[in-house]
């Protein structure tokens, strides 16, 4: 099973980002999926995360109403389109993947990663 995220890079603020994860390797259709960051000295926090399945989606409230998690079922790819970029957006950013249709944020729930993407917001 293998994730590979890709699309990161630099931006300023207000501007937008898609990132992708392409998944491989096992049925997604029984699995739910994250996006999580990381930046310098915080902990992995949970961004959003849909249900592959049933199509739930849920966002932290840091960035409800800006981010939108997707996914393309004959592309075995998720999405997440940033809008409305901030600074403190800027951090690594993780795929993960839960064998499970039930959607939680927490990042020991998660048990296969991406090697992560770096975004870079400019103030």
């Known amino acids: 099973v293998q994730l590979v995220e890709s699309g990161g890079g630099l931006v300023q603020a207000g501007g937008s980002l898609r990132l992708s994860c392409a998944a491989s390797?096992?049925?997604?259709?029984?699995?739910?999926m994250g996006w999580f960051r990381q930046a310098p000295g915080k902990e992995r926090e949970f961004v959003a995360g849909?249900?592959?399945?049933?199509?739930?989606?849920y966002y932290a409230d840091s960035v409800k109403g800006r981010f939108t998690i997707s996914r393309d079922n004959a592309k075995n790819t998720v999405y997440l389109q940033m809008n409305s970029l901030k600074p403190e957006d800027t951090a690594v950013y993780y795929c993960?993947?839960?064998?499970?249709?039930?959607?939680?944020?927490?990042?020991?729930?998660?048990?296969?990663w991406g090697q992560g993407t770096q975004v870079t917001v400019s103030s």
């Open positions: 993960a993947a839960r064998r499970s249709i039930v959607l939680v944020t927490g990042r020991s729930e998660y048990d296969i």
């Open positions: 390797g096992c049925t997604f259709s029984v699995y739910t």
């Open positions: 849909i249900s592959w399945s049933i199509g739930t989606t």
